[in-house]
């Protein structure tokens, strides 16, 4: 069993419709993960099983994704250790094999995904350009069932590749601190999912979303950088990233990293664990 120390930083972020299509024709090694959420538990499974991409593992975000939520760590949390590696298992991760991560929305699952597996150690872990809708507008094909078996496992989690920064660490932060949610959720006129809305003290707002074109695949280096820019980001360094509970966040991170923005720490239980006590400042 092998505990991987990759070098981080250096590998494309994601990979298209039609690239992966070549590479599952061509029989290439590659682990592609289907990240299905649905409302009700264990209908994520029933969709994948209705129709997923060739050659597919279902991945279930609730699961598999995340940990028990909490006031202390936030409503989702990071999954712990013992749950990622069963995963790891039941998905038959293998040094030798690309991983790519898909969902079938706007990609937040296939982006929680990726920077969950970067964090735990992983190098090669894309996600799909716009995702199954992208894949199904290609005609590209799917197929129906259980999907593939898995291959044997040979690596185990080696969490803390990616940075994560701390409650602690985001009220000692001196740089610039991103929330990446909606406009609304920002400014505090709407919010459905946590005990208060607005936003911390002395964030920034810069929506995810934004990132995106309509059909949900990443805008092109250049302009993700600029829309950056245009806030008075160049460069990961001293940054923090958070959102509600770690989704629209790492969609945030892995456009930055798409725009070679890297660097910025992630503080994944967010305004969902911020929110929670009530003794922590708020701004709306």
């Not at 995702?131 to 291959?151: T, V």
């Not at 001293?238 to 892995?254: D, E, R, T, W």
Request: aromatic share 8%; net charge negative.
């Amino acid at each position: 069993m092998v505990t991987l120390t990759p070098r981080l930083g250096a590998m494309t972020v994601l990979i298209s419709p039609s690239t992966l299509a070549e590479s599952i024709h061509a029989g290439k090694k590659q682990t592609v993960l289907a990240a299905f959420w649905a409302p009700i538990e264990g209908a994520g499974r029933t969709v994948f099983c209705s129709e997923h991409i060739p050659t597919s593992i279902f991945c279930d975000p609730a699961l598999e994704l995340s940990g028990v939520p909490s006031s202390e760590d936030g409503r989702n949390p990071l999954p712990p250790l013992n749950v990622l590696a069963r995963s790891f298992r039941t998905w038959g991760l293998n040094t030798d094999r690309e991983i790519v991560f898909y969902d079938q929305g706007r990609g937040l699952f296939a982006a929680r995904a990726w920077w969950i597996l970067r964090w735990a150690g992983m190098p090669n872990v894309r996600i799909l350009d716009g995702g199954f809708q992208k894949w199904e507008d290609h005609e590209l094909g799917h197929a129906g069932g259980p999907g593939n078996f898995p291959h044997f496992c040979n690596v185990r989690p080696n969490p803390g590749q990616l940075s994560v920064a701390t409650i602690e660490d985001v009220k000692a932060h001196q740089g610039i601190l991103i929330d990446s949610r909606d406009e609304q959720r920002f400014a505090g006129r709407s919010e459905k999912l946590d005990l208060k809305a607005g936003h911390i003290p002395g964030a920034i707002n810069i929506n995810a979303k934004s990132l995106l074109e309509d059909d949900f695949t990443f805008k092109s280096p250049e302009e993700i950088r600029q829309i950056f820019a245009d806030k008075g980001v160049t460069s990961g360094e001293n940054v923090i990233v958070y959102s509600g509970s770690g989704n629209h966040s790492s969609q945030l991170l892995a456009g930055m990293e798409h725009a070679g923005l890297t660097g910025a720490s992630h503080y994944f239980a967010g305004w969902s664990q911020w929110s929670a006590n009530p003794e922590n400042p708020i701004e709306a």
